[in-house]
């Protein structure tokens, strides 16, 4: 199987989803690390054909929308920023992730044909909000 795993620098989640590549090679996957930054959607795509990919919500735009509607058997998953109801409810003393309106379209967009696998969210303990907001979050479309 060939995974895709997109990131955008260098940061925390950047370990965590190289981690997540390491362990699909040790099982016997091909993998790819697509920097957003320094390869176009198109390219990245057509160059490794991916059988799963995994992004992020907050990273898509219409060259990589177009790019997972052109590949209908392809699986993916999304990590996602936060939204809903609970965004009003979110203090600005932490520095959280909301969800703008291109984002979510872009996820309307994907979820009317055929939708991602799952996409999923995670947070600290600290941001959970009157016990309702969940540390790790699957949902489909």
């Known amino acids: ?7 955008d620098g ?20 091909q993998t790819m690390m697509w920097d957003i930054h320094s390869k176009s959607p ?11 990919f995994i992004g992020q919500t907050y990273n898509l735009n219409e060259s990589t929308v177009k ?3 052109e590949r209908p058997n392809l699986k ?15 203090s600005s003393d932490y520095n959280t992730l909301t969800a703008n309106k291109k984002e979510i ?5 994907l979820c009317k044909t055929g939708g991602p696998s799952f996409v999923y969210n995670h947070g600290w303990k600290k941001l959970i909000i009157s016990g309702k907001m969940l540390v ?6």
């Open 1 to 7: 199987m060939r995974i895709m795993i997109s990131g």
């Open 10 to 29: 260098p940061h925390a989640h950047h370990y965590i989803r190289l981690g997540w590549a390491r362990v699909f090679e040790t099982i016997g996957h």
């Open 42 to 52: 198109f390219d990245a795509f057509d160059e490794f054909e991916p059988d799963v």
């Open 67 to 69: 790019c997972i509607k």
């Open 76 to 90: 993916y998953a999304l990590r996602a920023s936060d939204w809903g109801d609970m965004q009003s409810q979110i």
């Open 105 to 109: 379209s872009f996820v309307e967009e």
């Open 136 to 141: 790790s979050i699957l949902f489909p479309c």
